[in-house]
C-alpha cells in the first residue's frame, strides 16, 4: 500500500481553526457520534491542539465522549493543570480505565498531577498500582520519575530462543521495545542486549555469549537534564535505571528525552525572558499575571536604580544636557552584548559544551570578541556624532563635538567589554553555586548593565567632556 508523505510546512494554520469552528458547532448541538467521528482520525498531539483550543465546557465534553483508549492517548500530550481539570471532572471509574491504558511512567506523570483524594481513589483500580506508586516517589524531574517500570529482562543463561518468546510475550506492554536486560537471580544488570544482535543471532546460542557488558546506567535521583545529555552524547535509544547494588529499576527511552529536552528549552527561553516555567497556553489570567508580575516587579526595581543613578549625575546632566541624548545608546548597547554572552553561556552549559570549570577560558573568548566588536561599534558612534554635529543637530563647537564622540565611543567601548564579561560569567558563576543559569539571562543581566552602563557613561563623561 502506497504512503503518503505529509509536507509539514504546507500545514496551514487556518485547517485547524476550522476544525475547532465545526468541532465546536457540533458539541454545541450535542451531536456526540458526528464529533467522536470528526476527531477519530486526529494524532493524539493534533487533538491535544485542538482541545486546547475549545472552550473550557466543550473540552470538558468531548473528552466525556471520548472512547476510552482515544482518550488515554491524548491524556500525555495535554498540559498539566488542564489535564487535571479534565480527569477530575470525570468519575473515577472512569479515571481509572484511562490511567490503566498508559505506560507505566506516562501513568506516573498523569497521576502526580491530581487531587490526593482522587489520586487514593484511582491507584487501588490499577494492575500496576505498586510499580507506579513506586515511580511517584521520585522527583518528577528525576530519571527515577521520567523512567517506564516495563521492560524485558532474561537471564543470561537462557537462550536466544527463550529471549525473543519473551519478548513476543511482553511485546504488548513494553512498548517500544529496543533492547532487552539481562539480570541475575538478584535482579542485577549484568548486560543489554540490542534487539538486532537478538534477531541476527542463532537461536540456540546463550544470551551470555551475545550480551553487552560495557553499558551506561543512571540512578533514580539522577536530574532529567543530565539524563537527556548522556543519551544524546552516547546516542542511546534506551537508558537503563539502576539503583546503589545495581538492581535494575527500569528504563528511559528516547521518546521520553526528546520531551525533556524540549520542556527544558522552553523552560530556559522562559526563564531568560523573566517568565514563569509554569506559564500554559490553558493557564488562567490570574496564574500568568502572578507568574510574569515577580519578574515585572524586579525589572522595576532595577529601573528605579538606574534612575537612581542618573539622578545622582543630575549636576552633570544640568552641564550638559546633550549628555542625556546618548543614555539610550550606552544602555541598549550593554543590554544587547550582555544577553549575547550569557545566551551563549546558558545554551553551552545545559548542552554540556561548557563546564564551570572553563569560566577563566571562557571569559578569555568573550574578552577577545567584545574588544573586536568594541573597537568598530566605537568608532561608528564617534562618526555619528560628529556628523550630527557636522549637520547642525548638536548645537555644540567643534571642541565639545570632538570631546562628546571620544566620550560616548570610550564609554560604549567599555561597557561593551563589561557587560560581555558579566553575561559570560554570571551564568557559569550561579551554575557552579547550583542556581539555574537560564535566570541570569532575564532581568538580573540587563538590569545591572544598565547601571553599570550609566556609571560608566557619566564617569567617563565627567573626565572627557566636561574636563
Not at 498508559?102 to 510499580?131: F, G, M, S
Not at 537508558?239 to 546503589?244: E, G, I, K, T
Request: overall charge negative.
Amino acid at each position: 500500500m502506497a504512503t503518503q508523505e505529509i509536507d509539514v510546512t504546507s500545514l496551514e494554520p487556518d485547517i485547524d481553526a476550522d476544525l475547532v469552528s465545526n468541532l465546536t458547532d457540533i458539541i454545541d448541538a450535542g451531536e456526540r457520534n458526528l464529533a467522536i467521528e470528526a476527531v477519530s482520525d486526529l494524532h493524539p498531539a493534533d487533538l491535544a491542539s485542538v482541545m486546547h483550543h475549545l472552550s473550557s465546557d466543550d473540552s470538558h465534553l468531548l473528552f466525556s465522549w471520548l472512547p476510552a483508549d482515544q482518550a488515554a492517548e491524548v491524556l500525555p500530550d495535554l498540559d498539566d493543570d488542564y489535564r487535571s481539570d479534565l480527569l477530575e471532572a470525570q468519575g473515577s471509574d472512569r479515571v481509572s480505565e484511562l490511567i490503566g491504558a498508559l505506560d507505566t511512567d506516562d501513568a506516573a506523570d498523569v497521576l502526580a498531577d491530581l487531587h490526593p483524594v482522587l489520586l487514593e481513589k484511582v491507584l487501588p483500580d490499577l494492575e500496576d498500582e505498586e510499580e507506579i506508586r513506586e515511580l511517584l516517589e521520585y522527583d518528577e524531574e528525576s530519571a527515577g520519575g521520567l523512567m517506564e517500570a516495563d521492560y524485558v529482562a532474561v537471564l543470561p543463561h537462557q537462550t536466544v530462543a527463550e529471549a525473543t518468546e519473551e519478548v513476543r510475550r511482553l511485546a504488548e506492554d513494553v512498548d517500544p521495545i529496543y533492547a532487552v536486560f539481562v539480570v541475575d537471580e538478584r535482579e542485577t544488570l549484568v548486560g543489554i542486549v540490542r534487539l538486532k544482535t537478538l534477531l541476527l543471532s542463532r537461536n540456540s546460542a546463550l544470551v551470555s555469549a551475545i550480551m553487552e557488558t560495557d553499558f551506561d546506567t543512571v540512578g533514580p535521583h539522577t536530574d532529567q537534564e543530565d539524563v537527556a545529555r548522556l543519551m544524546e552524547r552516547r546516542d542511546l535509544s534506551v537508558l537503563p535505571v539502576v539503583n546503589d547494588q545495581g538492581h535494575l529499576l527500569g528504563r528511559i527511552t528516547i521518546d521520553d528525552v526528546v520531551d525533556v529536552i524540549r520542556e527544558e528549552a522552553e523552560e530556559d527561553i522562559l526563564r531568560m525572558s523573566g517568565l514563569a516555567t509554569d506559564e500554559e497556553l490553558t493557564s488562567s489570567v490570574w496564574s500568568i499575571c502572578r507568574g510574569r508580575l515577580v519578574w515585572l516587579i524586579v525589572g522595576l526595581g532595577g529601573a528605579f536604580l538606574s534612575a537612581l543613578v542618573i539622578n545622582r549625575f543630575e549636576g552633570v546632566l544640568e552641564q550638559a544636557v546633550v549628555l542625556a541624548m546618548f543614555i539610550p545608546v550606552v544602555t541598549a548597547m550593554a543590554g544587547n552584548a550582555g544577553m549575547q554572552s550569557s545566551a551563549i553561556a546558558v545554551q553551552g552549559l545545559a548542552t554540556g559544551e561548557i563546564w564551570t570549570s572553563d569560566l577563566s577560558r571562557r571569559l578569555g573568548k568573550e574578552l577577545v570578541v567584545a574588544l573586536l566588536n568594541g573597537v568598530p561599534l566605537s568608532f561608528a558612534v564617534c562618526g555619528v556624532v560628529f556628523m550630527l554635529y557636522r549637520f547642525g543637530v548638536l548645537s555644540l563647537d567643534q571642541d565639545a563635538a570632538i570631546r562628546l564622540a571620544l566620550t560616548v565611543g570610550l564609554a560604549l567601548f567599555t561597557v561593551i567589554v563589561l557587560a560581555a564579561t558579566i553575561g559570560a560569567s554570571v551564568p557559569i558563576l550561579l551554575d557552579r553555586i547550583g542556581i539555574d543559569p537560564a535566570l541570569a539571562t532575564g532581568p538580573f543581566v540587563t538590569t545591572s548593565n544598565d547601571i553599570l552602563g550609566l556609571l560608566v557613561y557619566f564617569t567617563i563623561a565627567i573626565l572627557i567632556f566636561l574636563h
